[in-house]
């Protein structure tokens, strides 16, 4: 059985916010992305929320009758794929019809 914290251990720093704004303004940098600071300092919060909630989700399934463990499992990952996507597309989510479930992520 692995042990939670070691998982997310290689997170920390993704916790800190001038670490994921000057993250994400290379990223958006490499990527060619016009006012790429600008959109790193927007996401920073969001990208940090994502992964917190994630990190929430797998702590509760880890916690969890085997019964519920897969839906907060998908949600936990869901959840990664969001702050995963902030990295490539600074404008996301572009509408609100991606965001009208999980699924849709």
Not at 12 to 29: G, H, I, W
Not at 85 to 98: D, F, G, H, I, K
Request: charged fraction near 15%; hydrophobic fraction near 35%.
């Amino acid at each position: 059985m692995y042990k939670f914290n070691d998982i997310w251990t290689s997170y920390n720093l993704f916790f800190s916010v001038p670490f994921v704004q000057d993250f994400l303004k290379k990223r958006y940098q490499k990527l060619n992305y016009s006012d790429a600071e600008q959109h790193s300092f927007k996401n920073s919060y969001p990208f940090i929320y994502y992964l917190e909630h994630s990190k929430n989700y797998y702590q509760v399934a880890a916690q969890s009758p085997v019964s519920v463990q897969p839906v907060l499992l998908f949600y936990g990952m869901s959840q990664l794929l969001k702050a995963c996507l902030l990295t490539q597309n600074p404008v996301y989510p572009e509408n609100t019809a991606v965001l009208a479930h999980g699924v849709s992520t």
